[in-house]
């Protein structure tokens, strides 16, 4: 079976939920086969369905003004950042064991940052405060998925070479104190760091599904999501 690969570029976060959910309606009639979605999102906090107050507790009108949009999200886990250098995958797909398959987007992350010169673990059997990957003590990958009529959305993110600064001004995945890395933080890279690792993660996350990768061009993916509904 195919595994669909999409590679969207930068997309703002508001057009990748709305298009996460259009797919997310084909993959449940099965006009399409799972599929993932790789992107960078503008910088943006995200809340998820366990985040507290005091999780952004610089106020809205301090993260407003150096240009952080924060938006209210269904997955599962607390708040997050995204932004540029940061490498995003919402993998669109059926599941049924869930825990199984949230250790499986370790694997693949930590397989794909071994390649990459950086030693990695996933935490997820800590606790689900503690679900990612690890450099040390350290964080590097996020998780927070949604799942529908056992589809999922949302997914995860690895810190690739952006701007860690951002992480400071919160308490990032509801855990204080806790330091976020990078894999320019841990190794040196090349200009071609996020292609690289990109693919490397897409390769990883095919063969852990155990799927034929297939790359997709955004066009294709609209042209099969013209004309079906939505929810």
């Given amino acids: 079976m195919d595994l669909w690969t999409v590679h969207l570029g930068t997309v703002p976060y508001g057009e990748a939920l709305a298009l996460q959910e259009r797919v997310r309606a084909a993959r449940q009639a099965d006009a399409i086969p799972d599929t993932v979605l790789l992107l960078?999102?503008?910088?943006?906090?995200?809340?998820?369905?366990?985040?507290?107050?005091g999780e952004l507790p610089?106020?809205?009108?301090?993260?407003?003004?150096?240009?952080?949009e924060?938006?209210?999200?269904?997955?599962?886990?607390k708040v997050t950042f995204h932004g540029p250098g940061?490498?995003?995958?919402?993998?669109?797909?059926?599941?049924?064991?869930?825990?199984?398959?949230?250790?499986?987007?370790?694997?693949?992350?930590?397989?794909?940052?071994?390649?990459?010169?950086?030693a990695g673990r996933g935490r997820a059997a800590d606790g689900r405060d503690f679900t990612g990957v690890w450099v040390g003590e350290r964080k590097i990958g996020s998780i927070g998925l949604h799942i529908s009529h056992g589809v999922t959305t949302h997914g995860l993110s690895v810190n690739v070479d952006g701007d860690l600064t951002p992480f400071e001004w919160i308490v990032p995945c509801g855990l204080g104190g806790v330091a976020m890395t990078s894999i320019?933080?841990?190794?040196?890279?090349?200009?071609?760091?996020?292609?690289?690792f990109r693919k490397r993660l897409a390769h990883r996350l095919a063969e852990g599904m155990g799927r034929r990768q297939r790359i997709v061009t955004p066009a294709r993916l609209e042209r099969e999501l013209a004309g079906l509904p939505v929810g």
């Fill in 40 to 53: 960078e999102h503008p910088p943006v906090y995200t809340r998820g369905r366990r985040a507290a107050p």
């Fill in 58 to 68: 610089l106020g809205e009108a301090f993260y407003a003004e150096r240009g952080i």
């Fill in 70 to 77: 924060i938006v209210d999200v269904d997955r599962g886990g």
């Fill in 86 to 118: 940061q490498l995003v995958a919402y993998p669109v797909v059926r599941v049924g064991d869930v825990m199984g398959f949230v250790g499986l987007l370790e694997q693949a992350m930590v397989e794909a940052l071994a390649q990459a010169g950086v």
């Fill in 184 to 196: 320019a933080e841990e190794v040196a890279v090349g200009a071609d760091v996020m292609d690289c």
